[in-house]
């Protein structure tokens, strides 16, 4: 699938962004994927805790900005640290093929970790007025 925002800027160009469902997008919303990417990490409880609060932390810093976007990416990147991490508990190197027979305790921890900044996230007033905006704008 192709964006329409491959090789823009969306910083400079925020109109070119679509919220789209879920994660989607998340790998092509530049420059914020090369500022959230390197923050990404659901290995352990340790790493996950760190992951989550360095990318709640942009968010945080996005909205100080007023910057709906980098605000939606990276809520987007706490939404995926779950669903990685809920998907690494479940199945035996994070493959669908291979369930394991119980989940693993450290990644559902993981899991919950980025699951409460990520719902934090995605029920911040400021956050959800912006999305709004942003949608009635560029549809």
């Known amino acids: 699938m192709s964006y ?3 090789g823009v800027d969306l910083r400079k160009h925020p109109e070119a962004y679509r919220i789209g469902r879920g994660e989607q997008g998340v790998f092509h919303a530049e420059p914020y994927k090369s500022e959230l990417l390197p923050l990404w990490r659901f290995k352990d409880v340790e ?3 760190e992951s989550a609060d360095a990318i709640y932390g942009r ?11 980098g605000m939606d990416v990276a809520r987007k990147y706490l939404q995926m640290g779950y669903t ?6 479940k199945y035996r190197g994070g493959n669908k093929s291979r369930p394991l027979e119980k989940p ?3 990644k559902s ?11 934090e996230a995605a029920g911040d007033e400021e956050y959800l007025e912006l ?8 549809r």
């Not at 990685?84 to 508990?89: D, E, F, G, N």
């Open 84 to 89: 990685r991490s809920r998907r690494y508990a």
């Open 47 to 49: 790493a996950a805790a």
């Open 131 to 138: 999305k709004e905006e942003h949608w009635r704008r560029n």
């Open 109 to 119: 921890r993981a899991a919950e970790i980025f699951y409460e900044k990520w719902r």
């Open 104 to 106: 693993d305790p450290i």
């Open 4 to 6: 329409p925002y491959d």
């Open 59 to 69: 968010f945080l810093g996005y909205k100080d900005e007023g910057d709906f976007v």
